[in-house]
């Protein structure tokens, strides 16, 4: 398909903004906004709360997710505002993670995907929870989304490196996750045939510069 024919309709994008809005809402309205923090979010929002002492952090814990609360947990102490920006934020997340996908299949298909994802418990749930599940799944379908993309018009670049932040952001989260999101899509690359091997070594080490970023931080405070 030629690189200028793509075009996301206005409906299919208000559609997946419309999802997204939903999903934010959903735990607000479901659990509601003064829903009590657990002890790994407790863990995670106390590493950069001037408020509190901060909590243990072990090994299986990544930094993303305590800078992803950061401009809340900097902001206020009250739980209803941590809440809401979490709330925005996934719903953000959940708009960029098939905004991919509506270039790839711009029909009813994504919305009605993404708004199934979201009408699932487990994603109400940690709709507004402190915790990495949901944006590991974020990074993991943005990623696979954009190198799909890429394939199909790999003289467009920024789709490369549009691939690598989102495995960078993947590794961020969570990033005993990010290896086995990141396997599947090496090996993709590897075995696109239809494109030259410099194309398939420049891709596979854009996507790998993006997963040493993400695990980059996890790495040098583990040692």
Known sequence: MPEDSRRVSRGLLLALIAVSVCHALSGIVLRGMHSGLGW?????????DPHVPAGLFSAPRARGLTLLTAPASLLSAKLWVLRWWLALVSGVGMFLAFLPWLKLRPNA????????????????YYDFEAMPNQYVAYGAVASAG????????????????????????????????????F??????????????????????GALSLGLAAGLAEWIAEAY
């Open 40 to 48: 790994d979010e407790t863990v995670y929002v106390s590493q950069i």
């Open 109 to 124: 298909v994504v919305p009605l995907a993404a708004a199934l994802w979201s009408g699932l418990w487990v994603a109400i």
């Open 146 to 181: 954009w190198l799909l993309l890429a394939f199909e018009q790999p003289r467009r670049r920024r789709l490369i490196w549009y691939t690598a932040a989102s495995v960078a952001f993947t590794a961020l989260m969570r990033p005993s996750d990010s290896i086995f999101a």
């Open 183 to 204: 396997a599947p899509l090496a090996v993709a690359v590897l075995t696109q045939l239809r494109q030259p091997w410099r194309w398939r070594a420049a891709t596979l």
